[in-house]
């Protein structure tokens, strides 16, 4: 029996245009009934956290920033938290200023980027469809280098923003020299900088030692390079099938896609006993 589902959200539980289907809410309600806790377990600060999910009764812990927060949904309290170490702030911070790279930067579970950055993402590499998303839940910020400079001793996680995969490459190896980080990627053009002891895998991890619940009775669904080591956590790592093949190639089973409800589809098969759970090898 599960008794825990981690679950991330964009492009995985959530439709394209971040909708949650009827369909997805009553199996999620049926598993919660049973007593089976279901997790949002996403690279979103807690203030972007959508409604459409917030407002599922019966969610109570949210993994957020890359598992850079735990909280209890009911009054937002931080369980646990692994904000990035002042020195490796400093380092990266150090970095953005002598490559000008673009970035923005989570605190206190608020999600802060560039003003002219918000204004037009896609200038900066991010998808159309994005726009909306970027536009609704960034905080726009001046000089975004000085505020992050202030707050040298409370950000969350830092995202660099690249334009394209060569300098994605170069960032990576950059930031790659930097020690006490954990470096993770939910879109192309993002790379998502947390501290080490962060990760959705850790948090999920850390989650289930608080619950008292053993890795073969976890269920964990993903579609990108963040969700990989939560996926393999898990008795049961799920990919949808808009992953890219190596994220696929790291689960235990390959579902459908989210805006053919993959999640909801694969639970009700498990509900019904079709799809055998197994411990991983």
Known sequence: MLHLIALDLDGTLLHTDKGLTDRTRTILTTYMEQGTH????????????????????????????????????????KLFHFPLKPACAQRLLQLIADTGAVFETFLDGVPYAAADYVSHPTRYGAAEHAIPYIQQTRKPVPDLLAFAREHL????????????????????????????????????????????????????????????IPPEEIAAFGNAENDVDMMQFAGIGVAVANSPAHVQAAADYVTLSNDADGVAVFLEQLYHGAIPSSDKQ
């Open 38 to 77: 279901v997790v949002v377990a996403s690279g979103r600060s807690y203030a972007s956290l959508p409604q459409e999910v917030m407002s599922v009764p019966g969610i109570e812990y949210v993994i957020t920033s890359n598992g850079a927060a735990i909280c209890k949904k009911s009054t937002g309290e």
């Open 153 to 212: 001793e409370e950000l969350d996680c830092i995202d660099l923003i690249t334009a394209n995969p060569e300098q994605k490459q170069q960032l990576l190896e950059l930031a790659r020299e930097i020690p006490g980080i954990y470096i993770t990627s939910s879109v192309p053009y993002l790379l998502e900088i947390s501290d080490a002891a962060a990760g959705k895998g850790a948090a999920v991890r850390k989650l289930a030692a608080y619950l008292d």
